[in-house]
């Protein structure tokens, strides 16, 4: 049975920074692409970074790119996303979920094969 367990999130300032962890049973992250995703209260699910578990490569929405980092620990068959210079605007429950093969060429598409439960991340100012 395959799990992704989203953790990390928390309660930060303005400014603060918080690094959350998915990791997964189930599956081994040897060729995986790994996204996460965010929704926040009366918004749409939005994708903010992909990593390939394959070769490392990273891919990241617009709006975090240069604030967020995406990393994978393979023996730990884990990823972690380190959120820095968070924002009020940043608060919402993050999610990773995984599909097997690297990142595609739009990594934010809704129909990955697996999701984790969410991470609340609340920003206050």
């Known amino acids: 049975d395959v799990q992704l367990q989203a953790s990390g999130g928390g309660l930060v300032q303005a400014g603060g920074s918080l690094r959350l962890s998915c990791a997964a049973s189930g599956l081994f992250f040897d060729d995986y692409a790994i996204a996460w995703f965010r929704q926040a209260p009366g918004k749409e699910r939005e994708g903010v970074s992909c990593i390939s578990s394959s070769d490392g490569s990273t891919h990241y929405s617009d709006s975090v790119n240069g604030q967020f980092t995406v990393s994978i620990d393979n023996a730990k068959n884990t990823v972690f996303l380190q959120m820095n210079s968070l924002k009020p605007e940043d608060t919402a429950v993050y999610y990773c979920?995984?599909?097997?093969?690297?990142?595609?060429?739009?990594?934010?598409?809704?129909?990955?094969?697996?999701w984790g439960q969410g991470t609340q991340v609340t920003v206050s100012s």
């Open positions: 979920a995984a599909e097997w093969g690297p990142c595609p060429d739009y990594p934010f598409h809704d129909e990955y094969h697996y």
